[in-house]
């Protein structure tokens, strides 16, 4: 399957938005804010792409049946195969940051409202969302370093290149 300019602009553009939030920028600030907005537009591009967009790029080729999920995490271990689209724990991965994504924009917003305003609770949650995030987002990158050199299955270059 080849990724679409599209697809690898909004992943790279989102994975440097999460690191510069995560790690450079201070929370609460206005550019942390700004990034924050910007990554939440890059998800709202990517999921209209993957409703109306080009084919390979549609979320209805995600695979999210548990059955296939656990039969795919067996074959990490053994005899991995290339898969057309997304594997069965890639299309989860996608659901699970797309979701961790969702919540840190909704809560960083709830922050700016009145009825919210200073909120430790509020902060608590997501600072906690972050850290899943990044979470998620280093096990996603050590699948794909596990599958590119165990199984020799070329993802990086797929997703550098399409």
């Given at each position: ?11 790279w ?6 690191v ?5 920028l ?7 804010e700004w990034?924050?907005w ?7 591009v ?5 409703l ?20 795919d ?12 689209g997304?594997?069965?724990?890639g299309?989860?991965?996608?659901v699970v ?7 840190l924009?909704?809560t960083?917003?709830m ?13 608590d949650i997501?600072?906690w ?9 280093t ?8 599958i590119?050199?165990?199984h020799?299955?070329p993802?990086i ?5 399409g």
């Open positions: 399957m080849r990724h679409d300019l599209l697809v690898r602009c909004t992943h553009w989102v994975a440097l938005g999460v510069c939030n995560y790690w450079l201070e929370p609460g600030e206005d550019f942390h990034v924050g910007s990554i939440g537009v890059l998800l709202v990517r999921i209209g792409w993957g109306w967009g080009a084919t390979e790029a549609r979320l209805s080729r995600l695979v999210l049946t548990p059955r296939v999920l656990l039969a995490l067996r074959g990490l271990m053994t005899r991995y195969e290339a898969h057309q997304h594997s069965a724990a299309s989860w991965m996608i940051m797309f979701g961790l994504i969702t919540a924009i909704l960083g917003w922050q700016d409202l009145d009825a919210f305003w200073g909120e430790e609770w509020l902060q997501h600072a969302l972050g850290h899943c995030l990044i979470a998620a987002a096990l996603h990158v050590l699948a794909v370093l596990f590119q050199f165990r020799n299955v993802l270059r797929k997703i550098w290149f």
